[in-house]
């Protein structure tokens, strides 16, 4: 039989992406043949018995231990450690899909690359933190990084409408989020579960709190701009509540290609799998009459600052995109577990941190990026402390 999918190691296995990539492996017989999670050893062991990888590494030790005990009656090997996720790249597998969440990502996505096997990127923060290193060890590598991103899974197929020296714009689509169209006002009013409302995505909790803070959306602009090659004022951003176009490529004679799907990541995962190339998945077809009408929107950068802010810091570079990432994730972090009560606070707490440790975009480079990280998750844990 002609193999239709490629092998995959899949990282973060236990996670939203990870949970509909194992959907579209059961669907269309994708083999797993390695499981990576942080510490849900349970969802781990009922991965593990229904995908048969060779080996499953939880990053947690405490369960990598009971996960050893629950799997003891079976073949399957299960290591410990952070470390132990990042090695599994090196494994048989055609392809690493790594959907781990967040900072932790950044190991494992350089391990894919430095194992030189294809990586299928949902882990944005890699680009977001270290996008010049990780780029270029993939280019010296001769490594493909596709996007799992929707908006840049988009781009990455618009962009097969004309050359590189033909771009004029990229354009990321936005869903606007929860609190699309509210005042700073209102906004000072919403907590935690008014955050975790997400309009069209159902994700990880960080992720949802990032779109409702369009910080999301700003990362995804840095992200764009490494994997593409493109500037910070070549890529704009465009409200559009339904999520039906994920993102479009404008070229200098103004034409304009976008990329439309009914909103599912699994789409976005399956493309990054097999990309050039088109497998028949598991999407439901777009029915654009039942959808009736697009609309669009210019973002709100007043009420929802984060996003001029990722520009900012993108034009700054250096290590500076690294603080801004350390000092959201380490805020929203205090906001999902109650310590920050106000949605606001988010937004002022990643401004000041980010402004503080402006000078970071003057260092450059891998030691950098983790020098930024630590001081900014400090700068956060002594501001929350305070109060
Ligand atoms: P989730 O929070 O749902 O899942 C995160 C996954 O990462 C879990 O499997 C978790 O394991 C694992 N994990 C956390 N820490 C570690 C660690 N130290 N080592 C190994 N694994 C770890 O996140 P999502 O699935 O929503 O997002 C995953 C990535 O994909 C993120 O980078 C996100 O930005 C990106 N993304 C997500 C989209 C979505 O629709 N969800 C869309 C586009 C991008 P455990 O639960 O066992 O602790
Ligand atoms: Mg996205």
Not at 209 to 225: C, Q
Not at 240 to 259: C, F, K, L, P
Not at 298 to 321: E, M, N, V
Request: proline share 4%; net charge neutral.
């Amino acid at each position: 039989m002609k193999k239709e999918y490629p092998s995959v190691i899949l990282l973060g296995s236990t996670g939203s992406i990870g949970i509909q990539t194992l959907e579209l492996a059961e669907a269309t017989g994708i083999k797993i043949t390695a499981l990576g999670a942080g510490k849900n050893w349970k969802l781990a062991e009922e991965q593990a018995r229904r995908f048969h990888p060779a080996v499953c590494a939880m990053a947690d030790e405490d369960a990598a231990d009971e996960l050893k005990v629950r799997l003891a009656d079976t073949d399957i090997k299960v290591t410990a450690g952070k470390e132990s996720i990042s090695a599994l790249a090196y494994l048989e597998g055609d392809t690493v899909l790594n959907a781990v969440s967040g900072s932790a990502g950044l190991a494992p996505t350089l391990a894919a690359i430095d194992a030189g096997k294809p990586l299928a990127l949902a882990n944005k923060e890699s680009l977001v933190m270290a996008g010049e290193t990780v780029m270029r060890r993939a280019r010296e590598k001769g490594v493909r990084v596709s996007p799992v991103d929707s908006e840049h899974s988009a781009i990455m197929q618009t962009l097969r409408a004309g050359k590189k020296s033909e771009i004029k714009r990229l354009i990321l689509t936005a869903s606007g989020g929860p609190f699309f169209g509210m005042t700073k006002k209102q906004l000072r009013e919403k907590r935690l579960g008014d955050a975790l409302a997400h309009p069209t995505w159902s994700m990880g909790k960080g992720i949802t709190v990032d779109s409702a803070t369009l910080m999301n959306k700003g990362f995804e602009v840095i992200e764009a701009s490494h994997l593409f090659g493109v500037p910070g004022e070549n890529i704009s951003v465009v409200i559009h509540r339904e999520s039906i176009i994920h993102s479009m490529t404008e070229y200098i004679d103004n034409s304009v290609i976008a990329q439309l799907s009914v909103p599912d990541m699994r789409l976005c995962i399956a493309h990054a799998l097999t990309c050039p190339t088109r497998k028949m998945g598991v999407t439901p077809q777009l029915d654009l009459t039942e959808i009736g009408k697009l609309t669009f929107y210019k973002p709100d950068t007043d009420a929802f600052p984060l996003l001029s802010l990722a520009f900012r810091t993108l034009k700054a570079g250096g290590a500076l995109p690294a603080v801004l990432h350390a000092a959201n994730e380490a805020t929203v972090n205090a906001f999902l577990d109650g310590k920050i009560i106000r949605f606001t606070d988010i937004q002022e707490t990643v401004m000041k941190v980010t402004d503080d440790l402006w000078y970071f975009s003057g260092e450059k480079g891998l030691d950098a990026v983790l020098k930024a990280d630590t001081e900014a998750r400090r700068r956060v844990a002594d501001l929350i402390k305070k109060g």
